[in-house]
């Protein structure tokens, strides 16, 4: 199966209080405490074979309080603040547009996993971020009828992030698609 065959994964999720160094890195690298979880089931998808070649290509996206919207990839550097609530969300919104970002990057996706705080996916609903079908949220139970309105898989919270009973539950649909 050639790397452009491969079903095409984005994760998203937020940064963390938790910066593991003091210098440059990539966002993936950068973040540890409760972005944890999500990185976990990202290494766990990215190394995944099925049938003897590798199960899907998968893309990672922090939503950053300095940056805005960063691929995984990204080399940044740790800042002072980290956004915690609904009105710093809105004032990273606000000057960084990370939501039209996610809305340009996510269509080529077969599946997109959002793993944020409930204020930001209001947000994310609101805004209409992402396409229809293609999104699996793992968020609040005050979420679940208005993703399976859109077609969405909804999974509730549990652990920091994802928790491993969810992860993997995601593992499984992504295993499916492919």
């Known amino acids: 199966m050639a790397k452009a065959n491969l079903k095409l994964v984005l994760v998203v999720t937020n940064d963390s209080t938790v910066f593991l160094g003091k210098n440059i890195a990539s966002a993936f690298d950068m973040f540890g405490g409760r972005a944890t979880e999500v990185k976990n089931l990202v290494a766990r998808l990215d190394t995944a074979e099925k049938g003897g070649k590798k199960m899907c290509d998968v893309s990672y996206g922090v939503i950053s309080s300095h940056f805005g919207f960063v691929p995984g990839n990204y ?104």
């Open 75 to 178: 080399v940044i550097a740790p800042y002072n603040k980290v956004m915690s609530c609904k009105k710093d969300y809105e004032a990273v919104q606000e000057k960084k547009d990370y939501l039209g970002k996610l809305e340009y990057v996510a269509p080529p996706f077969d599946k997109i996993i959002v793993c944020v705080p409930q204020d930001m996916f209001a947000m994310m609903l609101e805004h209409n971020t992402f396409p229809t079908e293609k999104v699996i949220a793992v968020t609040n139970p005050m979420f679940k009828e208005e993703c399976e309105k859109r077609g969405w898989t909804y999974l509730e919270r549990k652990g920091v992030r994802v928790g491993k009973e969810n992860a993997d539950k995601i593992f499984k649909m992504i295993e499916d698609i492919c």
